[in-house]
């Protein structure tokens, strides 16, 4: 089974909303690598506890961490970038590992443009194909399945957007298929939605990185591009999931 830990960038409002770009990372690794990349993603916390005085308790949370950062103000905010970009050559370098990213840009959406949905949809449905299809790196089984561990979100809204598409999902036609749509009822993705405390998942807080780190590429603080930290997302090249949009050269799914 494979496992997918979401989290997300900028918001999903329209109108006053204050960011342009809506980003949603999937992480994914199968159970049987799980325990391998808690073991490797620990001794990354230790390593940066006994370089930067990072404790193992405390949040990854690269926006708040930049920002906002509360009790880590302890540590200059030079060392909590490069903390962040330690934490991308961990994830890059860890074999059975791939990411799932979704750009929704709100400039020029109608106002009824259901930005949740369409981002959530786009991203269930890429998870879904990925596994069907056998793409992920490490154990490769014919029955496989999926489960979501989403941060804190729209828990009502999202279990009702998954329980919809696997009812009825329709999915635009490619162009070998003429024109309309196909009903691509989800099969491989069980259960509701699990969520999780960022506060207490490194998993989460991983997926929280590649959201944080693909937003500043596409719109980067003015600290971020002073630093050249909006080249830091393309160090998750390894473990991009190309699977996810071929035509795009980081496999993005844009919106």
């Not at 990349?37 to 620990?42: G, K, N, Q, T």
């Not at 990854?60 to 490069?82: D, T």
């Not at 630093?227 to 997302?233: A, C, T, V």
Request: aromatic content about 10%.
């Amino acid at each position: 089974m494979y496992l997918m830990y979401v989290d997300e960038s900028g918001d999903a409002g329209l109108g006053a909303s204050p960011t342009r770009y809506f980003v949603l990372s999937g992480l994914v690794v199968h159970e049987l690598r799980w325990k391998a990349l808690i073991e490797e993603l620990i001794a990354f916390r230790r390593d940066i506890k006994a370089r930067f005085g990072f404790k193992l308790r405390e949040e990854i949370h690269a926006g708040k961490m930049l920002n906002s950062p509360g009790e880590l103000v302890r540590i200059p905010k030079h060392q909590r970038l490069e903390i962040l970009r330690l934490y991308a050559d961990v994830l890059a370098g860890f074999p059975d590992l791939a990411v799932i990213n979704i750009v929704v840009d709100k400039q020029g959406k109608a106002s009824d443009y259901p930005v949740f949905d369409r981002a959530w949809q786009a991203l269930v449905q890429r998870f879904e194909n990925t596994i069907s299809a056998r793409n992920f790196p490490g154990p490769r089984y014919a029955d496989e399945r999926g489960m979501l561990f989403p941060d804190a979100t729209d828990q009502k809204k999202l279990n009702q957007l998954l329980r919809r598409m696997r009812s009825y999902n329709p999915v635009a036609n490619q162009a070998q298929h003429g024109p309309g749509y196909r009903n691509l009822q989800l099969r491989t993705i069980i259960e509701d939605a699990n969520f999780r405390n960022s506060e207490t998942s490194y998993l989460i807080q991983s997926a929280d990185l590649c959201a944080f780190l693909l937003y500043q590429q596409l719109a980067p603080s003015a600290y971020m591009r002073k630093k050249s930290g909006q080249n830091y997302f393309n160090r998750l090249e390894p473990i991009l999931c190309r699977h996810a949009s071929p035509r795009d050269p980081h496999g993005i799914v844009r919106l």
